[in-house]
Antibody, heavy 122, light 107 residues
Framework: QVQLVQSGAEVRKPGASVKVSCKAS????????IHWVRQAPGQRLEWVGWINPNSGGTNYAQNFQGRVTMTKDTSISTAYMELSSLTSDDTAVYYCARARTVFGVVTLFDYWGQGTLVTVSS | DIQMTQSPSSLSASVGDGVTITCRAS??????LNWYQQKPGKAPKVLIYGTTSLQSGVPSRFSGSGSGTDFTLTISSLQPEDFATYYC?????????FGQGTNVEIK
């Protein structure tokens, strides 16, 4: 069965960086894009960006440009999201999600990781 | 960015009630609209994709409709496991955006 398993909770000080991992199993890792979505406490879901595990190509939301880097290691079917220059506004649960495209155009997130809480506090 | 606005933000209903949640996009998104259900402390789960298609394994009491800027999620007969927060999401253009959520509570 498809599973996405994320790394554990992290605590960082303002200005630091954090790297979250997302290990995929149960499907061909290079066959589906991995997206990252975050959710600050009590807030709506916010799309961060995606990585193509096959080519390594990425697409980031403008709000995170210059601060986020998504990478992958196909040998261990794992995607990573690194966020730098952290502030308290980055305190959130970060999710990875597998994207599936149907009818050639409609894309949905059909499997999600369990989420990783990143807390930024001095 | 395309803004997604849901209404209501919360509602109270009883088991067996029919419920309708509305999602409005700030510009046309054709039919590129998905609905997710989220329970406290859990990741979202897709219910409906492409406005009307039911995700495999999702009960048929869930249905979606709409096009352009106005969309609807309907639960025909609320079950105890349906009490959760529901989000709409557009995949028409980047950045993909979500509605603010509708919290469905037990009356």
């Amino acid at each position: 069965q498809v599973q996405l398993v994320q790394s554990g909770a992290e605590v960082r000080k303002p200005g630091a960086s954090v790297k979250v991992s997302c290990k995929a199993s149960g499907y061909t890792f290079t066959g589906s894009y991995i997206h990252w979505v975050r959710q600050a406490p009590g807030q709506r879901l916010e799309w961060v960006g995606w990585i193509n595990p096959n080519s390594g190509g990425t697409n980031y939301a403008q709000n995170f440009q210059g601060r986020v880097t998504m990478t992958k290691d196909t040998s261990i079917s794992t995607a990573y999201m690194e966020l730098s220059s952290l502030t308290s506004d980055d305190t959130a649960v970060y999710y990875c999600a597998r994207a599936r495209t149907v009818f050639g155009v409609v894309t949905l997130f059909d499997y999600w990781g369990q989420g990783t809480l990143v807390t930024v506090s001095s | 960015d395309i803004q997604m606005t849901q209404s209501p933000s919360s509602l109270s209903a009883s088991v067996g009630d029919g419920v309708t949640i509305t999602c409005r996009a700030s510009q046309s998104i054709s039919s590129y609209l998905n609905w997710y259900q989220q329970k406290p402390g859990k990741a979202p789960k897709v219910l409906i994709y492409g406005t009307t298609s039911l995700q495999s394994g999702v009960p048929s009491r869930f249905s979606g409709s709409g096009s352009g800027t106005d969309f609807t999620l309907t639960i025909s007969s609320l079950q105890p496991e349906d009490f959760a927060t529901y989000y709409c999401q557009q995949s028409y253009s980047y950045p993909w955006t979500f509605g603010q959520g509708t919290n469905v509570e037990i009356k």
